[in-house]
């Protein structure tokens, strides 16, 4: 299993950012998959979760309506977009899953046990 995150970046606050996390190893038709941060100083939480066997989605309250989980299944990626960024945004992203768990919520919710390396969102005027 392997997941590769990229597109992270220096953006001002308003602005968008799409990530990207390609999957080998496994497809994504059946576990849940999602985007995880870390900030300096701050434990590690989740901002996104899909199921990727009935694109049920999950989102912590500080991203709803700004950011959104998405999947392309002919490049077995997910990703993540993300707008109206703000200063604590910035953090290092990334993404994760559990071969065996289903459930979006319950993978943003718990350690996931597959992980990429991440990628820094920086968002600064």
């Known amino acids: 299993v392997q997941l590769q995150a990229s597109g992270g970046g220096l953006v001002q606050p308003g602005e968008s950012l799409t990530l990207s996390c390609a999957a080998s190893?496994?497809?994504?038709?059946?576990?849940?998959i999602g985007w995880f941060r870390e900030a300096p100083g701050k434990e590690r939480e989740a901002v996104s979760c899909?199921?990727?066997?009935?694109?049920?989605?999950y989102y912590p309250d500080f991203v709803k309506g700004r950011f959104t989980i998405s999947r392309d299944k002919s490049k077995n990626t997910v990703y993540l977009q993300m707008n109206n960024l703000r200063p604590e945004d910035t953090a290092v992203y990334y993404c994760?899953?559990?071969?065996?768990?289903?459930?979006?919520?319950?993978?943003?919710?718990?350690?996931?046990?597959?992980w990429g390396q991440g990628t820094q969102v920086t968002v600064s005027s």
């Open positions: 899909l199921s990727t066997n009935n694109d049920i989605t």
């Open positions: 994760a899953t559990d071969l065996g768990q289903a459930s979006s919520y319950a993978l943003c919710h718990r350690s996931p046990k597959e």
């Open positions: 190893g496994f497809t994504l038709n059946r576990p849940a």
